[in-house]
């Protein structure tokens, strides 16, 4: 049985180096569409990596699929937000193709200098550093004063780095982040029903936050604070994997 597992296993192995390699081949040839469903293949079937949803990203762009160039570079920056090359390409790529992209406000300055991740796990360890901390000042005869005002601090430091990690985290926030991926757009409208009235019209590549999805509508909410119903189908999550 463990040689069955382990057969399996190499042979799955040499499947994933066998498609990165295509999609390695195909990109150097500058055959683009070629090399997209072999990455899609890795990103479906490997960890989720900002790596292969860049390279996705830059395939999609070169083979002239912009809305979909604009999701996996928005995922990239999703798993890896100081991921520099993949930021400056969505600028350009949005920049070009009049793309909405949802306006820059602290946690993007954040972002762009740690992983919200990083931030998290800074956190969780200086604040069981400051509360044992604590303890240990609570039980010391003397300096008590000094580690307690040590213990303290470090404990705060790790409550706001926990604090700024999740506000930073766009996994963790209440709007789920998704894309108007529909090639036609998407109209945001007053109530679930097609004959309610229209909000807005998004074009394909806008960035909406999920709010509350039911099944074949979304109640999303958008840049500048206006909320609204939109058919699901016309969305995307940015969030690999997610479903609404």
């Known amino acids: 049985m463990k ?6 296993m190499l042979a799955l ?16 040839a500058a055959k683009y569409a070629e090399a997209i469903p072999p990455l ?24 002239g699929e912009t809305v979909k160039a604009a999701l996996n570079y928005q995922r990239a920056l999703l798993l890896d937000p100081t991921l520099t090359p993949a930021r400056n390409q969505l600028a350009k790529l949005a920049a070009a193709h009049q793309i909405p992209l949802r306006p820059r406000d602290w946690t993007d300055d954040v972002t762009a200098v740690v992983n919200p991740e990083a931030l998290v796990v800074l956190g969780s360890t200086l604040a069981w550093a400051g509360a044992f ?6 039980q010391a005869k003397r300096r008590r004063g000094m580690w307690n005002t040590l213990a303290a601090l470090t404990f705060a430091a790790g409550v706001g780095s926990l604090v700024v990690g999740g506000l930073t985290d766009a996994r963790l926030v209440s709007a789920r982040p ?40 979304a109640y999303v909410s958008l840049a500048g604070g206006a909320k609204g119903w939109v058919q699901s189908e016309e969305l995307t999550p940015i969030v690999p994997g997610e479903k609404f």
């Open 3 to 8: 040689m069955r597992i382990v057969i399996v």
């Open 13 to 28: 192995a040499g499947m994933v180096r066998a498609e990165a390699a295509d999609a390695k081949a195909s990109f150097d």
């Open 40 to 63: 899609e293949q890795r990103a479906a079937t490997e960890p989720p990596s900002a790596e292969t949803y860049y390279d996705l990203a830059l395939a999609c762009e070169k083979a």
């Open 133 to 138: 901390g604590l303890l240990f000042a609570s």
């Open 178 to 217: 998704a894309l108007v991926t529909a090639k036609d757009g998407a109209e945001v409208l007053t109530a679930p029903a097609n004959n309610s009235e229209v909000v807005m019209s998004l074009p394909a590549g806008s960035p909406v936050g999920v709010l509350s999805p039911r099944g074949a509508w």
